[in-house]
C-alpha cells in the first residue's frame, strides 16, 4: 500500500530566501512520486516528476526534489522564492505506476514582500 | 488548445437532487479520472476511465456515476446529493498510466449540498 505525508501543512518564506517543502512517502513498490502546484481557484498543474531515473529531479519554476530511498523521501526545493509561488503543493506517490495516486494533504506556501 | 475543461464551475444543490458534471478534453488522451477535493485530505480518486465505453471505481466512488461515451468527455453524475457531496470536483487526463504520466487538470467545480 501506498501513502505520503506532508510534514508541513502551511509554510511561510520571505520573497528571495530558499523554500523547503518536506514529503515523506510509503511504498510496497518501486515508486514513482510527483510534485503538484496549485494556485488559488485553478487546477493542479505538475511541477516535476520521479519516476527511477536520476535522483536529483528538475522542475518548471526553478524547483527541484530529490529522492532519497534510504530516507523514505521527496523533499521540495527552491533557492529563492518568488511571490507568484504563492500556492498549495501536494505531493503524490504511485506504486508501480497504477492508476492510482496517493496525495499528500498539501502544503500551503505564503510568500512575504 | 483549451486542455482540459470541466462545466459548471459552481453548482449549489438541495439535498436529494441529482446533477451532471461534464469534463471534456482536446488531447487525445485514453485516460480520465474524477477527483473530489476536501480540505486537507488532499484529492482522493472517485472513478476513473482507461479509454473510451470503460469506467472503473476508484477510492470514493459511492454515491457516483460515470460514463464515457466519447474519447473527449467523461461525465460525473450525482443521482442523489447528500451535505456529504459538498466538495470541489476535479476531472484529469493523461496521455498513460497516472502513475508514470503528468496528469492535466481541469479548473474545477464547486458544489455546494444544502
Known amino acids: 500500500a501506498q501513502s505520503v505525508t506532508q510534514l508541513d501543512s502551511h509554510v511561510s518564506v520571505s520573497e528571495g530566501t530558499p523554500v523547503l517543502l518536506r514529503c515523506n512517502y510509503s511504498?510496497?513498490?518501486?515508486?514513482?512520486l510527483f510534485w503538484y502546484v496549485q494556485h488559488p481557484n485553478k487546477g493542479l498543474q505538475l511541477l516535476l516528476k520521479y519516476t527511477s531515473a536520476a535522483t536529483l529531479v528538475k522542475g518548471i519554476n526553478g524547483f527541484e526534489a530529490e529522492f532519497k530511498k534510504s530516507e523514505t523521501s521527496f523533499h521540495l526545493t527552491k533557492p529563492s522564492a518568488h511571490m507568484s509561488d504563492a500556492a498549495e503543493y501536494f505531493c503524490?506517490?504511485?506504486?508501480?505506476?497504477?492508476?492510482?495516486?496517493?496525495f499528500g494533504a498539501g502544503t500551503t506556501v505564503t510568500v512575504r514582500a | 488548445n483549451a486542455g482540459v475543461t470541466q462545466t459548471p464551475k459552481f453548482r449549489v444543490l438541495k439535498t436529494g437532487q441529482s446533477m451532471t458534471l461534464l469534463c471534456a478534453q482536446d488531447?487525445?488522451?485514453?485516460?480520465m479520472y474524477w477527483y473530489r477535493q476536501d480540505p486537507g485530505m488532499g484529492l482522493r480518486l472517485i472513478h476513473y476511465s482507461v479509454g473510451e465505453g470503460t469506467t472503473a471505481k476508484g477510492e470514493v466512488p459511492d454515491g457516483y456515476n460515470v460514463s464515457r461515451l466519447k474519447k473527449q468527455n467523461f461525465l460525473l453524475g450525482l443521482e442523489s446529493a447528500a451535505p456529504s457531496q459538498t466538495s470541489v470536483y476535479f476531472c484529469a487526463s493523461s496521455y498513460g498510466l497516472a502513475g508514470y504520466n503528468e496528469q492535466f487538470f481541469g479548473p474545477g467545480t464547486r458544489l455546494t449540498v444544502l
Open positions: 488531447m487525445n488522451h485514453e485516460y
Open positions: 503524490v506517490v504511485s506504486d508501480g505506476g497504477d492508476y492510482k495516486l496517493s
Open positions: 511504498s510496497s513498490y518501486s515508486p514513482s
